[in-house]
């Protein structure tokens, strides 16, 4: 027979549970709009497609400042001292993005390592131009210390 463990959260808020489905689909709406801004190939429709990406993206764009009130209305009031709060939650944040920006910056490699063709790259970054090409060590390299840089 089930039996639900006992729950020591604390419990769910239905509208901050709604407002954050809300937003996940405005985020997914967001991303999937890019290509719209972005189009890579010539057409006679260029024009209009922009001006409905920039319309589409322009009404799901506020989903950030979404996820950024909801964060602020369920971790305030903060009731321990700073340095372990933000010690808590740097952690959940750095490690992740550390590591998704080296695959980043190393993708052109990986591809090279992985025996695919050059051509992949202009398929995953069509909007570099032809600045993303090399497979090289070196390529990647360089763009994973330029990107240190910024850290």
């Known amino acids: 027979?089930?039996?639900?463990?006992?729950?020591?959260?604390?419990?769910?808020?239905?509208?901050?549970?709604?407002?954050?489905?809300?937003?996940?689909?405005?985020?997914?709406?967001?991303?999937?709009?890019?290509?719209?801004?972005?189009?890579?190939?010539?057409?006679?429709?260029?024009?209009?497609i922009k001006l409905w990406g920039a319309v589409w993206g322009s009404a799901v764009r506020p989903c950030v400042p979404l996820f950024v009130m909801m964060t602020g209305a369920l971790l305030l009031p903060v009731r321990q001292a700073a340095v372990p709060f933000c010690k808590k939650r740097i952690g959940r944040v750095l490690w992740p993005f550390l590591i998704w920006s080296a695959v980043y910056a190393l993708f052109p490699w990986l591809t090279g390592v992985a025996g695919l063709d050059a051509d992949v790259i202009q398929a995953v970054f069509p909007y570099n131009g032809d600045a993303v090409g090399s497979q090289a060590w070196a390529t990647s390299a360089a763009y994973l210390a330029l990107r240190s840089r910024f850290y």
Do not use: K
């Open 1 to 48: 027979m089930y039996q639900p463990l006992p729950s020591t959260s604390r419990p769910r808020i239905v509208w901050i549970d709604t407002v954050r489905l809300v937003a996940f689909l405005m985020l997914v709406c967001c991303h999937c709009g890019d290509s719209f801004n972005f189009c890579p190939f010539p057409t006679p429709q260029l024009e209009q």
